[in-house]
């Protein structure tokens, strides 16, 4: 499925922490437009994939049954094909 992006919504959020450098111990961090804009792409797929988690409900894997019968009858076909490369 793919996720829908707001890209006004994206280009505000890049916009926004452009022309508000942040602040770290009294020095201003100034980034380019194409990182805060890489940046707040980041921030709304993160937030996307989260929503998407949330709303699918876990699915746990079937156990694999797998008993000594069919062992036996497994290693019995492999055995009578001598010479016959069965690999991965």
Not at 33 to 44: D, G, T, Y
Not at 56 to 82: L, N
Request: aromatic letters at 12%.
């Amino acid at each position: 499925m793919k996720t829908k992006i707001n890209k006004s919504q994206l280009f505000k959020m890049a916009w926004s922490e452009f022309k508000n450098p942040i602040r770290v111990m009294g020095r201003e961090i100034k980034k380019s437009f194409s990182q805060c804009l890489r940046n707040a792409w980041f921030k709304l797929k993160m937030e996307a994939l989260r929503f998407m988690k949330k709303s699918e409900p876990a699915q746990k894997p079937e156990p694999v049954v797998f008993d000594a019968a069919m062992e036996r009858g497994i290693t019995e076909y492999y055995r009578s094909q001598s010479g016959r490369y069965c690999g991965d």
